[in-house]
């Protein structure tokens, strides 16, 4: 990422960073000119409250296998910091980059519709009510 002021970041290289699996050049430009900065804050910031600290509130989370912005590793790191002991939730890898809604909209779907409580099988690879893979 680099600092478009002291304020705002943009990606050095958008394809790659968010849209490295998505087949079609042209779809991967569509996107790109939708873009806009992130703030810094975003990044930087401490996390004083997450929806997965409440007990009322059903966690779930989507792992990209092939995310360059968020590695697995760093996604596990970053959802294990935020969430109490047990909150784990509903972990659901697949083969997609930064972009799953683009590229696996059947797996982002199937797992909306599990959090909301329907009985549903998440097309992914892999997946596990226990975090375990």
Request: aromatic share 6%; net charge negative; with cysteine.
């Amino acid at each position: 990422m680099k600092p478009k002021d002291d304020r705002y970041l943009l990606p050095n290289d958008p394809a790659t960073a968010f849209y490295n699996d998505v087949p079609s050049s042209s779809v991967q430009h569509e996107w790109i000119n939708r873009l806009s900065p992130t703030a810094y804050a975003v990044l930087a910031s401490e996390v004083e409250y997450s929806c997965c600290q409440a007990e009322t509130v059903p966690c779930s989370y989507l792992i990209g296998e092939k995310d360059n912005v968020v590695p697995p590793a760093v996604a596990r790191a970053m959802i294990g910091s935020i969430c109490k002991e047990g909150r784990m939730g509903t972990e659901v890898v697949c083969d997609s980059g930064h972009s799953p809604w683009l590229t696996r909209a059947e797996v982002v779907v199937g797992l909306v519709r599990k959090a909301a409580g329907e009985e549903v099988e998440v097309p992914a690879q892999k997946i596990d009510d226990k975090g375990n893979r």
